[in-house]
């Protein structure tokens, strides 16, 4: 079939239209859950490592010049807090959707959810009754967003371990078990059986963590 130059030239141009749309999008993006893992379960080399793939995904998706961090907690005695690491907000996923409008209410009344926590390519991560479910969101962080104190490890050698240990996880759909408020908890769940990639997959994970614009 000959198309005629004019219709040809118009798909181009919608063609050029979205792609268009698509960057501003992800200009504009500031929230998103990473569409893959490190490779060696939650050992993602620290937060600075972790810091970086969330930069390097960011900038795949076309929102490179943002500055991002991976919303984690570490412990010891000087413990870093992952709401303490993330700006000041809002956030708006890839679809342009606010997720939180500041800290305090991200970490009260938000709208993050399986509809709304994407990743940065604007696609939904799988939850509690797909397959595999992916919903195990590595954060190693209390409700609040701050770090736990003791001397239990709860992130994984502070995201540098891939075999034994554990992290605590969230789920970004919002749904477990039952209706408890752990198993609804975005970021603060539970614990998982390990650190490695089987591990996390085990208790329902991929080794996926969440991604903030700190500006």
């Excluded at 181009?12 to 698509?22: K, R, T, Y």
């Excluded at 967003?145 to 996880?169: H, I, M």
Aim: proline residues 4%; hydrophobic residues 35%.
């Amino acid at each position: 079939m000959t198309r005629h130059p004019a219709l040809t030239l118009s798909i181009a141009l919608l063609s050029l239209a979205s792609a268009g749309s698509a960057v501003a999008d992800a200009s504009g993006m500031g929230f998103f859950v990473s569409s893959r893992g490190s490779g060696k379960g939650a050992d993602f080399g620290g937060l600075a490592g972790a810091d970086r793939h969330c930069q390097t995904l960011a900038a795949e998706a076309g929102a490179g010049k943002r500055t991002w961090r991976a919303y984690l907690s570490s412990g010891g005695a000087q413990p870093v807090h992952a709401r303490d690491r993330i700006g000041k907000g809002p956030w708006k996923n890839a679809k342009g959707v606010v997720v939180a409008g500041n800290v305090e209410e991200l970490h009260g009344s938000n709208n993050l959810n399986k509809q709304t926590a994407l990743t940065e390519k604007g696609m939904p991560v799988n939850g509690r009754g797909d397959t595999p479910n992916m919903h195990d969101i590595l954060t190693g962080s209390q409700p609040d967003g701050t770090a736990f104190s003791g001397n239990e490890d709860k992130t994984c050698g502070n995201w540098t371990q891939s075999g034994e240990g554990s992290a605590v996880v969230g789920h970004h759909d919002r749904t477990g078990l039952d209706t408890s408020p752990p198993a609804l908890s975005w970021n603060s769940s539970h614990g998982s059986k390990g650190c490695s990639d089987d591990a996390l997959k085990a208790t329902g994970g991929a080794g996926f963590i969440y991604c903030f614009a700190e500006k």
